[in-house]
């Protein structure tokens, strides 16, 4: 798992298209505050398909700076 505390933007070097996963979402509450919590499963090709595979835990700040890029990017 990783706890996201700081968002930079990058250009990617290369575009290339990404396999559909399932991905769900959690709001965790830890010592008053709130985190926005996503998790991805293995898609079929996987040794173990359906297996949460990547966990992103995200701070409030980063959870504003996301609304903030959706809404400047017309996401």
């Known amino acids: 798992m990783?706890?996201?505390t700081e968002l930079r933007t990058q250009p990617l070097q290369t575009v290339t298209k990404h396999s559909a996963v399932d991905c769900s979402y959690?709001?965790?509450a830890i010592?008053?505050?709130k985190f926005l919590q996503l998790d991805t499963y293995g898609s079929v090709e996987r040794a173990i398909p359906g297996k949460?595979?990547?966990s992103l835990r995200f701070s409030p700040e980063v959870v504003?700076?996301?609304k903030q890029i959706i809404q400047e990017n017309g996401l």
């Open 64 to 66: 504003q700076q996301l």
């Open 26 to 28: 959690t709001v965790v």
């Open 2 to 4: 990783a706890l996201v």
């Open 31 to 33: 010592d008053g505050q």
């Open 52 to 54: 949460k595979s990547q």
